[in-house]
């Protein structure tokens, strides 16, 4: 016969709600009685779930991914699922479990990481973004929980985190796209709370500097990193009726939303109008014209991150640990 909760009561000497209590980690709970309630559970040898075998193995075999978005929004974006794939590839040989985290706001975001690890729900997380002045990096931090950053962090917490070079790879789009002779660029920019956007954005002002060009802030858009975010800023644009013959976006998705709005002007992308992307997600690669767009390591930034999470957990290798990897542009037909 198996052992129940009020087995673990009994021994305990408390009520069955109050081991119900220990095994979610209540702060109210002194810490006495959950170590008498741990010690009858290890006795008895019952343990019912995840949770409960944290408490008593002090580990859950188990990471969280977090990522404040909808499980919807998260998804649509091809780079979220290929950098799921990296991460589940390296936790999958260190048998260990995924517990994705996703939220519609960044106080929901910081709430569901903190949970997690104060419940010992997970053993420690990897952040599949960073915001400009981020709330949550610091408190994690601060309370020493294992996690890494996929992506650059601009506060002044040491962390460890894996990321590409995103400032020097827009550059080098934006520079492809003037030694084509293109002069009036378009950029369509993601969210700039986020660091991701702001390193593009950057990385496009530093190429049109470089050569003397001024930047023109009605030629600059931001968006949601969607298809739909791309097709509306690129019609923003195109109604202040200021000419420009290439288009700099800073993911694919925003690109194609891009070329979507083009073609219903009458324009043709690779002859009217270069358009470069990011990311070089395969819907890029499958769509007419193909488009250009700068190839990110995703699937291994995804598992250099469980690596140095893993490393990080078990003391294994150096913290904070920071990898780039190279990134370079695939060249197609939409330039």
């Not at 827009?170 to 950029?187: N, S, W």
């Not at 993911?251 to 009458?266: F, N, P, T, V, W």
């Not at 990011?278 to 014209?289: D, E, Q, S």
């Amino acid at each position: 016969m198996s052992v129940t909760i009020k087995d673990v009561a009994k021994l305990a000497h408390v009520s069955p709600s109050t081991v119900s209590r220990v095994i979610a980690d209540h702060p109210r709970i002194s810490q006495a009685t959950k170590e008498k309630v741990r010690e009858a559970m290890r006795e008895l040898g019952y343990y019912p779930n995840a949770i409960a075998r944290s408490l008593v193995n002090r580990t859950s075999n188990s990471l969280g991914v977090i990522r404040s978005r909808t499980t919807e929004q998260t998804f649509a974006n091809p780079f979220f699922p290929d950098v799921i794939r990296g991460i589940s590839s390296i936790a999958n040989k260190h048998r260990l479990n995924l517990l994705l985290s996703t939220s519609n706001t960044r106080e929901q975001e910081e709430e569901e990481c903190l949970n997690l690890l104060r419940q010992r729900r997970v053993d420690g997380v990897i952040l599949l973004a960073s915001h400009r002045n981020d709330q949550l990096i610091p408190v994690l931090a601060e309370e020493g929980f294992p996690f890494v950053l996929v992506g650059r962090y601009d506060g002044p917490e040491e962390i460890s985190w894996v990321n590409n070079d995103n400032v020097a790879a827009a550059r080098t789009a934006v520079q492809y796209l003037m030694d084509k002779g293109h002069r009036a660029i378009a950029c369509l920019d993601g969210n700039p709370d986020y660091v991701v956007s702001t390193d593009r954005f950057q990385g496009y002002c530093d190429a049109l500097t470089e050569r003397g060009i001024e930047i023109d802030p009605n030629l600059v858009e931001h968006s949601d990193f969607s298809v739909e975010g791309g097709y509306e800023a690129t019609n923003r644009i195109l109604e202040r009726n200021i000419p420009f013959t290439a288009v700099f976006s800073v993911d694919d998705l925003l690109a194609i939303g891009a070329m979507q709005a083009l073609h219903e002007r009458g324009l043709v992308v690779g002859r009217d109008v270069g358009v470069i992307g990011f990311n070089n997600t395969m819907l890029g690669a499958c769509i007419k014209p193909a488009l250009t767009s700068v190839n990110v390591p995703i699937y291994e930034l995804g598992q250099i991150a469980v690596q140095m999470l893993v490393a990080q957990i078990y003391g294994t290798g150096v913290h904070p640990d920071h990898q780039i990897l190279p990134a370079g542009l695939v060249i197609r037909d939409s330039c």
